[in-house]
């Protein structure tokens, strides 16, 4: 069966601070990785995404993708009240049309 | 603005009585997607329609149905709705291997 891991938190930063989000896998052939961003009662929100392995980053946001060790994570720099939210992890298998789901981590931004 | 737009925000109906939901995309994605998300739970996906060609998941219950009649429009039809269906029902669109854009999502109450 193939899942998509998180940590349910929450997770309490100070505002300003670095929020570090990890997010595993099981399936190794998984190609394409997402970040969304949910907010209570809200839809998700496309945050990021990331293909190759490495750092993507635009603007607060970075994705980092290890396909070796099957882990994705995301970093929230200078974060911000209004980053408070769940943060939703999904992979897929190269074509997006069936995503695998975490089952998010809730953020809390301290001011 | 290019946007996926789902109708209404708030649907109440009563146990049994058939409830149709909307969707409306304005991106030309070819793909358009139904998502199920409970409370705390991570979206799961009941069908999704890539062009005309409609792809039903395994667990999808039989009181889930749905019609696209044209690229712009998806409807999800719920022929009997019990109090297990109560939920968010989100419409998504994309094209293939790119990130799924969700609509506002719909609310769904069943008394």
């Known amino acids: 069966q193939k899942e998509v891991e998180q940590n349910s938190g929450p997770l309490s930063v100070p505002e300003g601070a670095i929020a570090s989000l990890n997010c595993t896998y099981s399936?190794?052939?998984?190609?394409?990785f997402f970040w969304y961003r949910q907010y209570s009662g809200k839809s998700p929100e496309l945050i990021m995404f990331?293909?190759s392995n490495g750092d993507k980053e635009d603007g607060r946001f970075t994705a980092q993708l290890n396909k070796a060790s099957q882990y994705v994570s995301l970093l929230i720099r200078d974060s911000q009240p209004s980053d408070s939210a769940t943060y939703l992890c999904?992979?897929?298998?190269?074509?997006?049309?069936?995503?695998?789901w975490g089952l998010g981590t809730s953020l809390a931004v301290n001011p | 603005d290019a946007m996926v737009i789902q109708n209404p925000r708030y649907q109440v109906t009563q146990f049994g009585k058939p409830v149709t939901l909307s969707c409306s995309q304005t991106?030309?994605?070819?793909?358009m997607y139904w998502y199920q998300q409970k409370s705390s739970q991570a979206p799961k996906l009941l069908f999704h329609?890539?062009?005309?060609?409609?792809?039903n998941e395994a667990d999808t219950p039989d009181n889930f149905q749905s019609r696209r009649p044209n690229t712009s429009f998806c409807f999800l039809d719920i022929r009997s709705p019990g109090l297990g269906d109560a939920a968010m029902y989100l419409c998504?669109?994309?094209?293939?291997?790119?990130?799924?854009?969700f609509g506002n999502g719909t609310r769904l109450t069943v008394t």
């Open positions: 329609y890539y062009d005309k060609d409609f792809n």
């Open positions: 998504a669109t994309s094209r293939i291997n790119s990130p799924l854009h």
């Open positions: 999904a992979v897929s298998g190269g074509n997006n049309r069936k995503l695998i």
């Open positions: 990331i293909y």
């Open positions: 991106l030309n994605h070819n793909v």
């Open positions: 399936d190794r052939g998984s190609q394409s």
